[in-house]
């Protein structure tokens, strides 16, 4: 069992930068390959960035690469998602997940956290 916490979202202005943290409980984090996803407002909930269980292998949704970096401390149990030049597109709740692999389908990850909210004004 996996509990996952997110924090780091907040309000910032078109152009800014955020970091969000993901703390996950529990010794098997390192086993678990980790994920962010997101959802506006009327909208489904959508893959942002994934990472394997070592760090060595990232994947990024066409919309953020380049902009987003994800990465994991398996000795903090934390994977971050580094958000630069933030778009008003980018408004949703974010959400930390995890599972045994990285894939872009949401029903095939096991653990999710409760959501940070991350609002980018024009």
């Known amino acids: 069992q996996v509990q996952l916490v997110e924090s780091g979202g907040g309000l910032v202005q078109a152009g800014d930068s955020l970091r969000l943290s993901c703390a996950a409980s529990g010794r098997t984090f390192s086993r678990y390959a980790m994920g962010w996803f997101r959802q506006a407002p009327g909208k489904e909930r959508e893959f942002v960035a994934a990472i394997n269980w070592s760090g060595g292998s990232t994947y990024y949704a066409d919309s953020v690469k380049g902009r987003f970096t994800i990465s994991r401390d398996n000795a903090k149990n934390t994977v971050y998602l580094q958000m630069n030049s933030l778009k008003p597109a980018d408004t949703a709740v974010y959400y930390c997940?995890?599972?045994?692999?990285?894939?872009?389908?949401?029903?095939?990850?096991?653990?999710w956290g409760q959501g940070t909210q991350v609002t980018v004004s024009s």
């Open positions: 997940a995890g599972g045994q692999l990285t894939t872009v389908v949401v029903s095939t990850w096991a653990y």
